[in-house]
């Protein structure tokens, strides 16, 4: 019913930029929330940041004041602009949305995309 489309990822030298989005579409009533987690090989999946109700921000520790999430809300779209990258940034990008669906009642329900790599080289 919903699908997110991530776009953005690739291969970035140390302290380069690189700006990831995350598109949704389908039977969407209302997002209540969207984030980026990410996962690097070996470790679990970790929240990066999130934007709730389409102001409220959180970030991880470790891309404070390097990292910024954004929302277009008109379009159903998060982005998060990723600055001085450094080589532990290197991971599989995920957009997770929390969705109110179409005809559900006011039901959340929750949506990933489908992963964008992320690799800085050293």
């Known amino acids: 019913q919903v699908q997110l489309v991530e776009s953005g990822g690739g291969l970035v030298q140390a302290g380069g930029s690189l700006r990831l989005s995350c598109a949704a579409s389908?039977?969407?009533?209302?997002?209540?929330?969207m984030g980026w987690y990410r996962q690097a090989p070996g470790k679990q999946r970790e929240l990066v940041a999130n934007?709730?109700?389409?102001?409220?921000?959180n970030y991880a520790d470790s891309v404070k004041g390097r990292f910024t999430i954004s929302r277009d809300n008109a379009k159903n779209t998060v982005y998060l602009q990723m600055n001085s990258l450094k080589p532990e940034d290197t991971a599989v990008y995920y957009c997770?949305?929390?969705?109110?669906?179409?005809?559900?009642?006011?039901?959340?329900?929750?949506?990933w995309g489908q992963g964008t790599q992320v690799t800085v080289s050293s």
């Open positions: 934007i709730i109700s389409g102001s409220s921000t």
């Open positions: 997770k949305a929390r969705v109110v669906v179409v005809g559900t009642n006011a039901y959340e329900y929750v949506y």
């Open positions: 389908g039977n969407i009533f209302s997002i209540n929330a």
